[in-house]
C-alpha cells in the first residue's frame, strides 16, 4: 500500500498538470505550478520512468541549446528577465524528459494516459471559448481577443496558441479513432468542438498548421503505415467528417454573422509586411550578435515586435549554436517519429500522428514564436517515449490488436496500471499484422 499511494499521487499529479495545460491566463499558468509539484514527487519515484535509449544525440541537442542559452544570457540588458525566460526553458525541457520518460516505463498505457489527459483539458478549453462565442459564458468577453468579440482566445492569452493547442488534440483524437483506440461518438464530439474552436479563433497559423498534419497524416497512413483497415476508414471517414465539419462550419459562420470577418482573415493582412521587415531585422542582429542577446530579450528590452519566426529569434537571442541546438532538437523528435512509423510497430499509427502534427508545428514556427508553447514539449515527447518502450519491450508485439479479443481484456485492466508498474515483454509486430487497436473502454 505504501508503495502504490505515491504512485498514485505522481499518476493524478501529472493528469492534474496535462489537463490544466490550456489554462495559461496568467504567468505563471496553474499547469506549471503542478507539474513542478509532479517533478518534486517523481525524483521520489524513479521506477515509474525508463529513459535508457533516450538517444545520444538528442541529449546532446538539448544540452548544446541551454548552454547556449547560458552564454547568450552574459549580452541580455535585463538579466532577471532573461534568467526567468531560460528558467521555462530549462523547465519545459524536463517536461519533454518526463513525458519520454512515462511513456518509456509504461508504454501504450503511459501513451493512452497523457494523451487521454491533454485531450480532456482540450475539450474543456475548447467548450468554453464555443460557449463564449455563443455568449452563453458569464462574461463571455473574457475569452476573446480584444474588445470586438470576434476571435475566440478562450483560457490562453491569444488565439494564435489557443487554436494550435486544438489542433494537437485534433490530430490525436483523429489517430484514436482510427485505431479504435476511441469509440466514434466520442471521436465525433471531441472532433467537432475542437474544428468550431479551431475555426472561431480565425487563426490563420493554426489553420495552416492544420492542413499541414492532415496531409502529412494521409500520406503516413497511406503510404508508410500501410494498414487496411485504418486506411479504409480514414478514407471513408476523411469524406464524411469533411463534409460535415465543412457545412456545420459555414453554418456557424453564417449564423454568428462571421462571414465577411472570416473571408477578410484569409487574405493577406496590412501588419504582413512588418512581420517580414522584422525578419529582416533579426538577421542583421543575428550577424551582429554571433553569441545572441540573451534568453528572450528580443522583445524586452530591443524591439517592440516578435520576428514571428522561432528559428530566427533563437539565432538572434541565443545565437548560432543556439539555433544548432534547437534545429537539431526538432529534428531529432521527427525523426524518433518517422522511425516509429517505418518500423511499422503497434506504435506506428500513434508516431504518425506524431510526426504529423510536429511537421504542422515546426512549419507554423516560421510564422509566429512556438519555442515557449508547452503541447509542443508534450507532442515531442510521445515519439521518444514511444521509441524507448519499443526498445525495452513495454510494447507488446500483439498489443491492441482487433483479432485478439483477449488482449481487449488484459490492455484495459493495463491501463489502471500505476506508472511504476512493469511493462509486459513482448517482440516487434510482424509486417502482416494489422496495427489497429481495440475500442478500449479505458480510453473511450
Same mark, same amino acid.
Given at each position: 500500500m505504501s508503495d502504490e499511494r505515491p504512485h498514485f499521487v505522481l499518476r493524478w499529479l501529472t493528469f492534474a498538470?496535462?489537463?490544466?495545460?490550456?489554462?495559461?491566463?496568467?504567468?505563471?499558468?496553474?499547469?506549471?505550478?503542478?507539474f513542478f509539484l509532479t517533478f518534486a514527487v517523481a525524483v521520489f519515484h524513479k521506477d515509474a520512468f525508463e529513459l535508457r535509449g533516450f538517444g545520444a544525440v538528442l541529449a546532446g541537442s538539448i544540452v548544446l541549446f541551454l548552454l547556449a542559452n547560458g552564454l547568450s544570457l552574459m549580452a541580455a540588458e535585463t538579466h532577471i528577465a532573461a534568467t526567468k525566460y531560460l528558467v521555462v526553458t530549462v523547465y519545459l525541457f524536463a517536461m519533454f524528459v518526463f513525458v519520454a520518460g512515462w511513456i518509456g516505463r509504461s508504454g501504450m498505457d503511459g501513451y493512452a494516459f497523457l494523451t487521454r489527459a491533454f485531450i480532456s483539458g482540450a475539450f474543456l478549453v475548447g467548450m468554453i471559448g464555443i460557449l463564449a462565442r455563443f455568449n452563453l459564458m458569464p462574461r463571455s468577453e473574457l475569452f476573446f481577443l480584444g474588445g470586438d468579440g470576434l476571435r475566440i482566445?478562450?483560457?490562453?492569452k491569444d488565439p494564435n496558441v489557443f487554436a494550435p493547442y486544438i489542433v494537437a488534440a485534433f490530430m490525436l483524437v483523429l489517430n484514436d479513432a482510427l485505431t479504435r483506440r476511441r469509440r466514434l461518438w466520442s471521436? &465525433?464530439? $471531441?472532433g467537432l468542438v475542437f474544428a468550431l474552436s479551431i475555426l472561431?479563433?480565425?487563426s490563420r497559423g493554426a489553420i495552416f498548421h492544420l492542413a499541414v498534419s492532415l496531409f502529412v497524416y494521409a500520406l503516413c497512413v497511406v503510404f508508410l503505415v500501410r494498414d487496411a483497415a485504418i486506411t479504409k476508414r480514414f478514407v471513408a471517414g476523411g469524406l464524411v467528417v469533411s463534409f460535415g465539419v465543412t457545412v456545420f462550419g459555414i453554418y456557424a459562420i453564417a449564423a454568428t454573422g462571421l462571414d465577411g470577418f472570416f473571408a477578410e482573415r484569409m487574405k493577406v493582412q496590412s501588419y504582413d509586411s512588418e512581420r517580414f521587415a522584422m525578419q529582416a531585422l533579426t538577421l542583421h542582429v543575428a550577424a551582429e550578435n554571433p553569441l545572441g542577446i540573451g534568453p528572450g530579450e528580443w522583445n524586452v528590452t530591443r524591439f517592440a515586435n516578435d520576428p514571428h519566426n522561432v528559428y530566427l529569434r533563437v539565432l538572434a537571442e541565443n545565437g548560432v549554436l543556439g539555433a544548432i541546438g534547437w534545429i537539431l532538437w526538432c529534428a531529432c523528435c521527427a525523426? &524518433?517519429? $518517422?522511425?516509429?512509423i517505418l518500423r511499422r510497430t503497434a506504435a506506428a499509427p500513434m508516431h504518425a500522428a506524431c510526426f504529423a502534427i510536429l511537421l504542422g508545428l515546426y512549419a507554423e514556427a516560421m510564422i509566429i514564436d512556438t519555442l515557449h508553447w508547452r503541447h509542443l514539449f508534450l507532442v515531442a515527447g510521445l515519439p521518444i517515449g514511444l521509441r524507448i518502450a519499443?526498445?525495452?519491450?513495454?510494447?507488446?508485439?500483439?498489443?491492441g490488436t482487433e483479432h485478439d479479443s483477449t488482449e481487449h481484456d488484459s490492455t484495459a485492466q493495463d491501463s489502471t496500471a500505476?506508472?511504476?508498474?512493469?511493462?509486459?515483454?513482448?517482440?516487434r509486430r510482424g509486417a502482416h499484422q494489422p496495427l489497429v487497436t481495440p475500442r478500449e473502454s479505458a480510453v473511450s
Open positions: 498538470a496535462l489537463f490544466s495545460s490550456g489554462v495559461v491566463f496568467n504567468e505563471p499558468p496553474l499547469t506549471d505550478l503542478l482566445k478562450s483560457t490562453f471521436a &465525433a464530439v $471531441l472561431f479563433a480565425f525523426t &524518433a517519429a $518517422l522511425s516509429g519499443e526498445a525495452h519491450g513495454a510494447i507488446r508485439e500483439h498489443e500505476q506508472p511504476g508498474s512493469a511493462p509486459s515483454q513482448g517482440m
